[in-house]
């Protein structure tokens, strides 16, 4: 089986295990809480964007702050701890 990213960021994981931590699979929602200013660091949105991109997340159409994970990005999710580090953002 190939390797799902070798190129997560740390805020990237941070997020992945944030889904992994409440138990969401694949295709099924969590709510982030951007508007309270807590729990969020300055490079969610970024890393959010990313996974995005990537195709890891999706976000919901009615919900602005709720996201599910692909099968990509569960898998990911599920790798985290089973891979090499996550590497840093670049600035």
């Known amino acids: 089986m190939a390797e799902v990213n070798p190129a997560i ?10 889904f992994r931590s409440y138990g969401v699979k694949a ?10 200013g807590k729990g969020q660091s300055a490079g969610f949105n970024k890393a959010m964007q990313s996974m995005l991109d990537r195709g890891f997340v999706v976000r919901d159409q009615r ?9 990509s990005g569960y898998q990911a999710a599920q790798s985290l701890g089973k891979q090499a580090k996550p590497t840093k953002a670049s600035a």
């Not at 919900?63 to 099968?71: I, K, P, V």
């Open 9 to 18: 960021t740390t805020e990237e994981a941070k997020i992945l295990r944030s």
């Open 63 to 71: 919900h602005r702050e709720a996201y599910s994970l692909s099968d």
């Open 27 to 36: 295709h099924e929602m969590l709510f982030f809480n951007g508007s309270s």
